[in-house]
T-cell receptor, first 115, second 112 residues
């Protein structure tokens, strides 16, 4: 158990809908990272927040957004969902703002299915 | 941009066999290199890491050496067990505030 929690575990929704995925980092970790794992694209970095502020952006679509709250939990919002958004979404946390040298601790993921 | 290439598998070995999973990378600057492992139904766990050239990361019998001249970070284990069956991801960070860049993952199956 990494100490990172993600809810819900599974989510099934329809095209065009909007969903929110939630992540609670390990106690004391200030950075939260979001990743998408799909069969065709593999594991891709989406976005990082550090202590409430956006720190880095990866391959995140404009339909997707995230935020980190004062209690350090983070939410990933996915809107106007398409079939291709079906994937496993991972959250990871770290104590640091910089990912170099440092381990990221991954949650168990949220499996999103768009029908 | 940065990229990681690794054999995708599945790689099927017998218990106690020698394991090599190849990983090569393209990056600007001086990346840190990682191997993560994903067991069925779980998130990723860090297996080992190396942060500069010629560093060797090791953990649970697995080893990998950061080779700058060949831009490689191959994963090895001398004698695999059934419990090593999992998906292994090679990854790098380019430095600064960014996420991990992953390879496609190698599915390893160890047969008794």
């Amino acid at each position: 158990d990494s100490g990172v929690t993600q809810t819900p575990k599974h989510l099934i929704t329809a095209t065009g809908q909007r969903v929110t995925l939630r992540c609670s980092p390990r106690s004391g970790d200030l950075s939260v990272y979001w990743y998408q794992q799909s069969l065709d694209q593999g594991l891709q970095f989406l976005i990082q927040y550090y202590n409430g502020e956006e720190r880095a952006k990866g391959n995140i679509l404009e339909r997707f957004s995230a935020q980190q709250f004062p209690d350090l939990h983070s939410e990933l919002n996915l809107s106007s969902l398409e079939l291709g958004d079906s994937a496993l979404y991972f959250c990871a946390s770290s104590p640091y703002s910089f990912s170099s040298y440092n381990e990221q601790f991954f949650g168990p993921g949220t499996r999103l299915t768009v029908l | 941009g940065d990229s990681v290439t690794q054999m995708e598998g599945p790689v099927t070995l017998s218990e106690e066999a020698f394991l090599t999973i190849n990983c090569t990378y393209t990056a600007t600057g001086y990346p840190s290199l990682f191997w993560y492992v994903q067991y069925p139904g779980e998130g990723l766990q860090l297996l080992l890491k190396a942060t500069k050239a010629d560093d060797k990361g090791s953990n649970k019998g697995f080893e990998a050496t950061y080779r700058k001249e060949t831009t490689s970070f191959h994963l090895e284990k001398g004698s695999v067990q059934v419990s090593d069956s999992a998906v292994y991801f090679c990854a790098l960070t380019g430095g600064g505030a960014d996420g991990l860049t992953f390879g496609k993952g190698t599915h390893l199956i160890i047969q008794p």
